[in-house]
């Protein structure tokens, strides 16, 4: 019962009055909240027990001499809009951290293939591959799991963190195959590259943002 339609009650009989009717009582239900026996009708008209209703809607009664007095409190906690959840869900930043795990596995398999110039057809190459398939399923899993704001920015940090480990891969196996019969890189280069140091400091990153439990940017993520 919104507060617009108190103006169609009657807020305090007498109770000599309500001693002459046999009406039965009814029960009186604003916003969730019950007050049986509050309200009897009498000759058409409805009349609320104003101490009940002052209840219900969380207001405040005073009786003086020739008037009641009714101040209205705040709403009744059952119709207060629900918070809406911020920062990274517990769930979310599992699921985030696991993802990472699964990317630096892959990591390191592109960085011991590039140690020793092996190309993706030779022994190291299906490894690779079940690394991509496992780090993808991982990041599906943590979107699925993204709820708040939060979570789907950063959801959005990690698909950028396995781009770049993506795009890693094809430019170790292009380098590995331009080598020909070159039996390894220079582990110096290899440590060097821009790329790889992008994604080591995304991934640092990140952690520290999904252990933190707050959402933060940061320009290697991209």
Known sequence: MKFSSVFFFTFFVPLTLLAQTNAPAKTLV??????????????????????????????????EANKVILTMGAAPTAAQPAQK????????????IAALSDMRE????????????????????PWLQDYQVRA???????????????DQKAAELLRNELNNVKQWDREAQTTIQSLN????????????????????????FLVTMLVSGEYADNANCH
């Open 136 to 150: 993808q399923k991982s990041l599906d899993q943590a979107s699925l799991a993204a709820k708040t704001e939060s």
């Open 181 to 204: 019969a070159e039996p390894s890189i220079n582990p110096a280069s290899t440590e060097s590259d821009p790329l790889r140091l992008k994604i080591a400091d995304c991934s640092t």
């Open 106 to 125: 892959w990591r390191g398999g592109i960085a011991s293939a590039l140690r020793f110039g092996v190309a993706a057809g030779n022994w190291l190459g």
């Open 85 to 96: 959840p911020v920062g990274l869900s517990r769930e979310f930043s599992q699921a985030g």
């Open 30 to 63: 604003v916003n969730g909240h019950t007050s049986p026996g509050a309200v009897v009708q009498l000759n058409g008209k409805s009349y609320v027990d104003v101490e009940a209703f002052a209840q219900a809607v969380d207001a405040t009664v005073r009786f």
